[in-house]
């Protein structure tokens, strides 16, 4: 989706070629063959001066093509999984970071990830922090933000067991909408904050992941199967409503060796639709969430802060609603794909010369 959408921004400005995996990680062993025969035949009969690489895992590639063709200049996105990839799998440390020490431009999504980057042997001069980017408008939906006490719109979103639950005009919407990996710290999250807020806060749960069926128990062993509900995975239509008709998005991840996030792009996402983040303030998090401006940063695992900030935002609906206009405005200016694209051409430009 970064190539897709970097690609298609730096073409309005100039020539741009993107040779895409449409068929995600499950079949990166045949895309990666594929992907390599492609760029040499474009590389031989195209005249491109940089070659951008959108992930760590495909650094190798890219450094066999610069033996193919030194003309090249090699640029390459990390993300906070591909540095995780070393703790969990050292032998990565081999056959993807000393080729990504040897590109000559590395951005980082966020500042954790160039911190990182620099610890595993990255020059530090060779790194730059351009943040994820998204579309402002691609979410946005007024007309559910604006109605979004409407029993009748939730009816025709969620399972009907959830909405018979009870209405959802007097209700506080706290939303969780990603992966449920160990380090996005929800079970933490459920067990000790939701019992303590007060009952019109219920929890909406969208995503899969490893920790779906711990959170399922700490669900039925903690008493909320009223207030906290589990959604699985959600299809685009549904995940646009929630992002408009929640009240308040968490993320209260916790530190766990080998897992870290990056950047945190479904904050941004709730950003641009005027949804409230609330995060632990750690890692890549700190850049997609500005403290005040465009949502909250809690000390991650502490419980007090995570109640004392909803309990906040829940008895002061001016000051969520003008954070949430605020937050639409932060994205709009400083992570929206036209800003962003603009950042990435500069820094190739940079290389040409």
Not at 18 to 34: D, E, M, Q, R, S
Not at 169 to 192: E, T
Not at 325 to 352: H, P
Request: net charge positive.
């Amino acid at each position: 989706m970064l190539s897709y959408n970097l690609t298609t921004t730096i073409a309005k400005h100039t020539r741009a070629l993107i040779i895409k995996n449409p068929y995600g990680k499950y079949l990166l062993p045949l895309f990666i063959p594929w992907a390599f025969i492609k760029a040499i035949l474009i590389l031989l009969f195209k005249d491109v001066k940089v070659v951008h690489l959108s992930d760590g895992v495909l650094a190798p590639v890219g450094y066999a093509l610069r033996f193919l063709f030194p003309r090249i200049k090699l640029a390459i996105t990390i993300h906070g999984l591909d540095l995780t990839y070393v703790e969990n799998l050292p032998i990565y440390h081999y056959t993807n970071i000393v080729f990504i020490r040897k590109m000559d431009l590395v951005i980082a999504v966020s500042e954790e990830t160039k911190k990182k980057c620099v610890e595993y042997g990255v020059k530090e001069d060779k790194v730059k922090v351009i943040l994820n980017g998204t579309h402002v408008n691609q979410f946005f939906d007024e007309k559910i933000r604006e109605n979004n006490r409407s029993n009748k719109l939730w009816g025709q979103i969620l399972p009907a067991e959830i909405v018979e639950k009870g209405s959802f005009s007097d209700k506080f919407i706290i939303l969780y909408l990603g992966r449920l990996a160990v380090h996005k710290g929800v079970p933490w999250f459920v067990k000790n904050v939701m019992p303590s807020l007060p009952s019109k806060a219920i929890m909406l749960i969208a995503g899969m992941g490893s920790d779906y069926e711990k959170i399922k128990n700490t669900i039925s062993q903690n008493k909320l199967n009223n207030r906290a509900f589990l959604l699985g995975a959600v299809s685009d239509e549904v995940k646009n409503f929630l992002l408009n008709a929640s009240d308040v998005l968490i993320m209260p991840n916790i530190i766990v060796p080998g897992n870290r996030e990056g950047f945190g792009i479904t904050a941004i996402e709730a950003e641009s639709c005027e949804l409230v983040p609330v995060v632990s303030g750690i890692q890549g998090l700190k850049d997609a969430v500005k403290d005040k401006e465009s949502g909250l940063h809690v000390p991650t695992k502490n419980k007090e802060k995570f109640i004392e900030a909803i309990k906040y935002l829940m008895d002061n609906p001016d000051y969520r609603i003008e954070l949430g206009k605020k937050a639409r405005k932060y994205v709009k200016e400083n992570f929206d794909w036209s800003v962003i694209g603009r950042k990435y051409l500069e820094e190739f430009r940079k290389l040409e010369k």
